[in-house]
């Protein structure tokens, strides 16, 4: 009897501590298009991307509800649950008004690089204005799980890891080595030394990058050689197979990174890191945050339409797929939850969809520039108020407006008056406007939720669809359309059951909803909308 009723009293304490998950693994797919998933479907295996689908949850209306749409202010709106009005990262650079100089979002003169000589590894997360998802994993638990971040790109390690990250680990594009910065400790772990030790990003390179498939079963792309690509060897044509050798002398590892072999290489970090960190061994909630940053390099230099892209997903399902074996291998299948998501979408090439009579080119940012300038100059000769355009924003010099008395509203007429009809300029709206936005206007909501009043311009552009500021080749991505906006979203893993659904979804809703499937605090400045998966 006394056996029975000490079952009954243990078995609710069983049931929570099955449903909690040992181990947060957040996985974001750099540049990642939702409609990549139905149009490779075929060319996945099952343990894969359809495995995740499959098993977990799939969000198919999921869009980011901001602009722009970058790297730096996706990964920090995805573990912040909020957007770059809050948490200050508006883009991957921004102008600062204080020093009139171009500033990146996780750059740290008051660190210093470990693992690599150079100023590579002078990066922290200190621009962050808010607490991450990593942040509230490690004080529910008194700081005693752990945050780790690990990406290609250091913005993408960095970011999601939060404020008091164990550690965060990108590639150093001079020496393929995988460093990190003295903000996190003094000294490189010993098994980090002893991975970058075996030379992994040298002797993948050997591998060159040969196609997975005949070249005729590449169906979902257009030829091998158009006049829509780039090539990441400037001596010869963007065809396979890609010799890397002179790739690499060349571009050094930022060339290693532009091929499938940097997804590979991460997921072999990924893999290393689990174990010798010991993540979900214990009672304490730890999380990974893994970035995949070659598929945003590989689609710049090509574009959707590309084989090379075909080819990118059809090797990264295969590293999800062993990543996934070898979560369940260490961390147990229903010990870990997790999410598989993208920082943004991708334009496709407008020179590719001109061509076939859609409505889409370039943005002459030069032009628009002196058009502006010009028109500033003319009707305000006593100053130049001009002092930046970035990230498709207008920055006015506003001592020079407060000293000559000049009127906001008089100079945001001016600029409308002198750029609305510049080519690709679909609308615009000033601060004021966004402080009061018009109702049901979509672009005026992504502005106003992507606008920091500390960091961001006075007057935020919007271009036409299809338009992009770019080279003739490969693509971009950055505005408020859904082609940039639109990306998967896949729960899967400890306490979520198999479904899908069509519901609008916002980025900003993973963090919180993590927070509850994980049964800890929502970042601080997290949204309240955790996802319904009903």
């Not at 010799?243 to 590979?264: C, M, Q, R, S, W």
């Not at 509203?409 to 966004?434: H, I, M, Y």
Request: proline share 6%; aromatic share 12%.
């Amino acid at each position: 009897m006394k056996k029975f009723l000490f079952a009954l009293i243990l078995f609710p304490l069983l049931v929570s501590a099955q449903d909690s998950p040992k181990l947060v693994v957040g996985i974001v797919v750099d540049q990642m298009r939702t409609d990549y998933i139905y149009r490779y479907w075929d060319k996945f295996e099952d343990d894969g991307f359809k495995r995740l689908i499959n098993e977990g949850y799939f969000c198919r209306n999921t869009h980011f509800n901001y602009i722009p749409t970058y790297t730096g202010p996706g990964h920090a709106s995805i573990y912040t649950g909020t957007t770059p009005s809050v948490h200050g990262i508006i883009a991957n650079n921004w102008y600062e008004r204080a020093t009139g100089e171009s500033r990146y979002c996780v750059q740290d003169k008051e660190v210093m690089s470990l693992g690599t000589a150079n100023e590579n590894g002078m990066m922290s997360p200190k621009s962050l204005l808010t607490p991450t998802l990593g942040d509230a994993i490690r004080v529910s638990n008194l700081y005693k799980g752990k945050s780790i971040g690990i990406s290609i790109k250091d913005r993408g390690a960095i970011l999601p890891a939060g404020h008091s990250a164990n550690a965060a680990y990108w590639l150093d594009y001079e020496s393929g080595k995988m460093i990190s910065s003295t903000y996190y400790f003094d000294n490189l772990p010993k098994w980090v030394s002893s991975f970058n030790s075996k030379n992994h990003a040298q002797e993948l390179t050997k591998l060159n990058w040969t196609l997975s498939l005949a070249p005729e079963l590449y169906t979902e792309s257009t030829a091998d050689l158009t006049d829509y690509e780039k090539s990441i060897d400037p001596n010869t044509d963007p065809v396979f197979p890609y010799d890397l050798k002179p790739v690499i002398e060349a571009k050094e590892y930022y060339g290693f990174a532009t091929t499938p072999h940097g997804n590979t290489l991460l997921r072999m970090f990924a893999e290393q890191c689990i174990t010798e960190e010991d993540l979900g061994q214990d009672e304490h909630l730890d999380m990974i945050a893994i970035s995949f940053s070659s598929p945003d390099m590989i689609g710049h230099m090509y574009g959707p339409q590309s084989m090379e892209v075909e080819d990118t997903y059809i090797k990264l399902d295969q590293e999800i797929a062993q990543l996934l074996e070898a979560l369940d291998l260490r961390v147990g299948k229903g010990n870990y939850l997790l999410f598989l998501t993208a920082d943004h979408a991708a334009a496709h090439v407008p020179s590719y969809t001109a061509s076939h009579g859609m409505p889409a080119n370039y943005f002459d940012k030069e032009g628009f520039n002196e058009t502006l300038i010009e028109a500033l100059n003319k009707n305000f000769p006593e100053t130049e108020l001009f002092a930046n355009y970035s990230n498709q924003q207008i920055f006015l010099d506003r001592a020079a407006m407060m000293e000559h008395k000049i009127d906001f509203k008089k100079v945001s007429e001016v600029v409308r008056n002198a750029v609305l009809d510049f080519p690709g300029v679909a609308n615009l709206q000033d601060v004021k406007q966004l402080q009061h936005p018009l109702p049901q206007s979509h672009f005026s909501s992504l502005a106003i939720n992507g606008w920091n009043p500390q960091r961001s311009g006075d007057i935020v552009i919007q271009l036409l669809p299809g338009w992009m500021q770019y080279g003739p080749k490969g693509t971009t991505h950055g505005t408020s359309y859904s082609y940039d906006t639109h990306v998967p979203l896949i729960f899967f893993g400890s306490g979520v059951d198999h479904g899908e659904s069509i519901a609008p979804v916002n980025i900003t809703q993973i963090a919180p909803t993590v927070s509850l499937l994980s049964r800890i605090a929502f970042p601080d400045a997290s949204s309240h909308e955790p996802i319904d998966f009903d």
